[in-house]
Antibody, heavy 116, light 110 residues
Framework: EVQLLESGGGLVQPGEYLRLSCVAS????????MRWVRQAPGKGLEWVST???????YYADSVKGRFTISRDNSKNTLYLQMNSLRVDDTAVYYC??????????WGQGTLVTVSS | QSALTQPRSVSGSPGQSVTISCTGT?????????VSWYQQHPGKAPKFMIY???KRPSGVPDRFSGSKSGNTASLAISGLQAEDEADYYC??????????FGTGTKVTVL
């Protein structure tokens, strides 16, 4: 059974940093594209970043240069390093297993709040 | 990338059919047959319902169907049931390994 469990969210001030983790089970993350999607409170979904099975990384313009996606294959864990956080980064962050061009499985999400 | 445009809400009585539109551009919806749809109940993670415009994964009832014409994709729900009440989001591949989601539609079962 595929499971994704995010952690690392919390309350930070603008300009600070945070690292999110997503532990996967039931499959090997290095064999699939893994993605981060966020949802601001009461708002819609927004694709944030992807790491391909080959290791290529891709980012939405809104986070490019501030966020870094990575994975540790030995721990079957996906990460999102978020630097220079802004108030509008406040959201629930979901990790998702990619399959082709869609988001096949989703974690339950972790809430990131950026506020002074 | 601008979000794909969906109606804010649609509603129907049990047993009826509803359709949700998802309008993009030739750079996303119109340019690729990679539209997917996601159902999200309040406080829950999204669940994928349709992929590659009209393909349905195992476990998703055949009451759900997807289609596309030009820059607009659609999700149809027939035989509406109480458990279908949720938010629905479309998503399209937009090239260069980027994706764009729709604005979301709240489906209400009257």
């Amino acid at each position: 059974e595929v499971q994704l469990l995010e952690s690392g969210g919390g309350l930070v001030q603008p300009g600070e940093y945070l690292r999110l983790s997503c532990v996967a089970s039931g499959f090997t993350i290095s064999s699939y594209a893994m993605r981060w999607v966020r949802q601001a409170p009461g708002k819609g979904l927004e694709w944030v970043s992807t790491i391909g099975s080959g290791g290529g990384t891709y980012y939405a313009d809104s986070v490019k240069g501030r966020f870094t996606i990575s994975r540790d294959n030995s721990k079957n864990t996906l990460y999102l390093q978020m630097n220079s956080l802004r108030v509008d980064d406040t959201a629930v962050y979901y990790c998702a297993k990619g399959n082709g061009y869609y988001f096949e499985y989703w974690g339950q999400g972790t809430l990131v709040t950026v506020s002074s | 990338q601008s979000a794909l445009t969906q109606p804010r809400s649609v509603s129907g009585s049990p047993g009826q059919s509803v359709t949700i539109s998802c309008t993009g551009t030739s750079s996303d919806v119109g340019g690729y047959n990679y539209v997917s749809w996601y159902q999200q109940h309040p406080g829950k993670a999204p669940k994928f319902m349709i992929y590659d415009v009209s393909k349905r994964p195992s476990g998703v009832p055949d009451r759900f169907s997807g289609s596309k014409s030009g820059n607009t994709a659609s999700l149809a729900i027939s035989g509406l049931q109480a458990e279908d009440e949720a938010d629905y989001y479309c998503c399209s591949y937009a090239g260069s390994y980027t994706w764009v989601f729709g604005t979301g539609t709240k489906v209400t079962v009257l």
